[in-house]
């Protein structure tokens, strides 16, 4: 069965390469009646998108979505939603000395040992230009979510190489100490204002030096209500787990305090509850795969661009060694713009969730009063 298709309920299909005419998504099993405009697509689509700063690949693509089925006379109506991107501003030509190579780091290897037959334009398929349909698909996740549930799904730059926000405590408390207006006011989604100016010399020193970096992105979802996800193999960290791992150069995913619990102890770690509240949340507002009602919180690590401009000895497809140059337009680090495609991930689990629940226990209503999400 190929992978092209993310979500139960909430099905997204999508299709389309880096350099083809054209990319898009088809989402089955939306609800009817939500309110849905191609202006609406906007706002997250320029937050992941190339060429707006210095400081990520200088792609102009002008992103406009058109809404080709599913939606009548501005709401959704249940049916089949198509989305269409055109693509308008690809290179091909810096691709063509590379069509035959295998770039480290790259996909290109195992695509063409996979289906013998590839198109390599600016990575095809397995470029992050795909990733621009599931913020799209995500748009009417997050509006819907936040009608429904006032769920809020927000993300923000946690890491660029050994960079770390300094004035923002960033601990288990998560989303309470995030100035959100600061995130969404500099090019790299910072939550530290004071660290703007350093963060612009240090990309800029690194793309001089034709090098990389990698970067770590937090996502917290606010007013999540207890009960989404499905055990067993649907849980919802599973579920998270999965999506996020999807994003190209992805390499590690954490829920809640993620690898550190290694070196914490239970007393520490178990999240105590009481009548006013959870005292604390290291679980990440997961408890056995369902949620507790309290933030769910995530953290994604991404590994550093493998198109640099610093040539490397390769391999190409007769197996002869080569000199690979890596020309076209890159990010220095990728995880500058994956913070909406880490939240649309997020988005679109939680909605398809949301929706798994409503149809097997929807009926069950709220047996105990609701534990206040408390430190969050
Ligand atoms: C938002 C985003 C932008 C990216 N831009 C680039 C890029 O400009 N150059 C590059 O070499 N890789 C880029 N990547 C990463 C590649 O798509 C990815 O490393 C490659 O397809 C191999 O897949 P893998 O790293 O998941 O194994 C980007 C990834 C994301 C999420």
């Not at 909430?10 to 009817?32: L, M, N, R, Y």
């Not at 050994?162 to 288990?172: C, K, N, S």
Request: a negative charge.
């Amino acid at each position: 069965m190929a992978g092209n298709t993310f979500g139960q309920l909430f099905a997204v299909t999508t299709f389309g390469e880096s350099h083809g005419p054209a990319i898009g998504c088809v989402i089955d099993g939306c609800p009817p009646g939500i309110a849905i405009a191609a202006e609406d697509f906007a706002h997250d689509l320029a937050r992941r998108a190339t060429g707006r700063t210095r400081h990520t690949s200088q792609r102009h693509e002008a992103d406009e979505v058109e809404i080709l089925s599913g939606v009548y006379e501005g709401k959704t109506t249940g049916t089949p939603i198509a989305l269409l991107i055109r693509n308008t501003d690809a290179r091909s030509k810096d691709y063509a000395k590379i069509a035959e190579q295998f770039r480290p780091g790259h996909a290109d290897y195992a695509y063409w040992q996979k289906y013998g037959h590839r198109d390599p334009r600016g990575g095809g398929r397995s470029s992050a230009r795909e990733t621009t349909m599931r913020v799209a698909a995500a748009v009417i996740a997050k509006k819907w979510l936040a009608a429904k549930f006032d769920v809020v799904v927000r993300g923000y730059l946690a890491q660029i190489g050994d960079i770390v926000p300094r004035g923002v405590d960033l601990g288990e408390a998560g989303a309470a100490r995030i100035d959100w207006n600061v995130v969404e006011s500099n090019p790299f989604f910072w939550p530290d204002a004071s660290q703007v100016a350093e963060l612009e010399d240090y990309m800029d020193a690194l793309r001089k030096s034709g090098d990389s970096v990698g970067a770590r992105i937090d996502v917290v979802a606010e007013g999540v209500p207890p009960g989404w996800g499905e055990p067993i193999y649907g849980k919802l960290d599973a579920e998270l787990a999965s999506a996020l791992m999807s994003i190209n150069a992805v390499k590690g995913v954490e829920i809640g305090d993620g690898f550190a619990v290694v070196s914490q102890h239970g007393s520490l770690h178990r999240d105590r509850m009481t009548p006013q509240g959870f005292a604390s949340n290291h679980a990440g507002g997961i408890l056995g795969g369902i949620s507790s009602g309290q933030a769910v919180r995530c953290s994604v690590a991404f590994k550093p661009t493998s198109s640099l401009r610093l040539p490397v000895q390769g391999v190409d497809v007769h197996g002869e060694v080569v000199e690979i140059v890596t020309t076209g337009r890159h990010d220095p680090c990728v995880g500058i713009r994956a913070t909406p495609i880490c939240e649309a991930m997020v988005a679109l689990v939680l909605m398809d969730q949301a929706l798994r629940h409503r149809a097997q226990c929807g009926d069950v209503g709220e047996v105990t009063p609701r534990i206040p999400a408390g430190s969050e």
